[in-house]
């Protein structure tokens, strides 16, 4: 069974950074699939952030693409997400996951998620 | 906004049948067969309940089956249960620019 963990700070200031952390275990993020990030602001819906597949594909959601990076250390199965600029709109429930590959016409994308972390709440405060 | 329009909320009692509409546009919902379905209890992980708008993962039970006609999908619970209670979001891919969006979600009541 896959599982997914996420980890880092649950606090960030205004204008800086947030950093999380996605764990995989029971899988290597080498072999397959899309692993990304999806958000939940506090009573509201869900919002894909990006995601990467292993062989270099990527998907960014438009509206965050400028401040979303997200890097992979195959060594540790584990991947990273760092949103620049946060302010207070960016608090949120952030969930790692994985998702499979799937393609219309020439472009692709994450398909349905599978397999979700539990979740872990960063609140951007001052 | 969400870009797919759910019911802010449905309500059924035990044994009923419910049905959860997804409304989107001919750029989303009505242009591709990749809707999918979440179910979330509160404080809970998403978990999905059907993709590709009517295949159920394993383990999900067959009282839960999705459709689609036009530019909105639906999701129909039969025999509903007390832990069927939960939050319902859809989401449908919407083309090689937007990618995927989601519904804003519908709360399941169980009388």
């Known amino acids: 069974q896959v599982e997914l963990q996420e980890s880092g700070p649950g606090l960030v200031r205004p204008s800086e950074t947030l950093s999380l952390t996605c764990a995989v275990s029971?899988?290597?993020?080498?072999?397959?699939?899309?692993w990304g990030w999806i958000r939940q602001p506090p009573g509201k819906g869900l919002e894909w952030i990006g995601s990467?597949?292993?062989?270099?594909?990527?998907y960014y959601n438009p509206s965050l693409k400028s401040r979303v990076t997200i890097s992979v250390d195959t060594s540790k199965n584990q991947f990273s997400l760092r949103l620049s600029s946060v302010t207070a709109a960016d608090t949120a429930v952030y969930y790692c996951?994985?998702?499979?590959?799937?393609?219309?016409?020439?472009?692709?994308?994450?398909?349905?998620?599978?397999?979700w972390g539990q979740g872990t709440l960063v609140t951007v405060s001052s | 906004q969400s870009a797919l329009t759910q019911p802010r909320s449905v309500s059924g009692s035990p044994g009923q049948s419910v049905t959860i509409s997804c409304t989107g546009t001919?750029?989303?919902?009505?242009?591709?067969?990749?809707v999918s379905w979440y179910q979330q209890h509160p404080g809970k992980a998403p978990k999905l309940m059907i993709y590709?708008?009517?295949k159920r993962p394993s383990g999900v039970p067959d009282r839960f089956s999705g459709s689609k006609s036009g530019n909105t999908a639906s999701l129909t619970i039969s025999g509903l249960q007390a832990e069927d209670e939960a939050d319902y979001y859809c989401c449908s891919y919407a083309g090689r620019y937007t990618f995927v969006v989601f519904g804003g979600g519908t709360k399941l009541n169980v009388l």
């Open positions: 590709d708008v009517s």
């Open positions: 001919s750029s989303d919902v009505g242009g591709y067969d990749y």
């Open positions: 029971n899988y290597s993020i080498s072999s397959g699939y899309y």
């Open positions: 996951a994985r998702a499979p590959l799937y393609c219309s016409g020439d472009s692709c994308y994450p398909g349905p998620v599978h397999y």
């Open positions: 990467f597949y292993h062989s270099g594909s990527t």
